[in-house]
């Protein structure tokens, strides 16, 4: 279980489930990692595609330690993603 805590705001994969709890007051957000189908993150903006036509958006608040503790999770995430699109 890797848990990335981002001020107020966390990220969670077990292996299986990303979730995304207290992200810009949004209600929390789940996807399984068999639908995923792309992974990226940009700057401060973690983003995660699921069909059909459906992307988990969340903005990273923190330096860039902070920063690479998500793209340890984002690495994993896509080990772990069958469905990712080239």
């Given at each position: 279980m890797t848990d990335v805590?981002?001020?107020?705001s966390v990220l969670s994969?077990?292996?299986r489930v990303?979730?995304?709890?207290?992200?810009?007051?949004q209600?929390?957000?789940?996807?399984?990692?068999?639908?995923?189908?792309?992974?990226?993150l940009k700057g401060k903006t973690l983003k995660?595609?699921?069909?059909?036509a459906s992307r988990m958006?969340?903005?990273i608040d923190g330096d860039d330690?902070?920063?690479?503790?998500?793209?340890?999770l984002v690495d994993q995430i896509r080990a772990a993603a069958p469905n990712l699109e080239a």
């Open positions: 805590i981002c001020g107020r994969f077990d292996g990303v979730e995304a709890f207290g992200f810009l007051n209600n929390p957000e789940r996807v399984h990692v068999q639908q995923v189908t792309k992974v990226e995660i595609d699921h069909p059909p958006t969340v903005m330690a902070k920063l690479a503790e998500v793209q340890k």
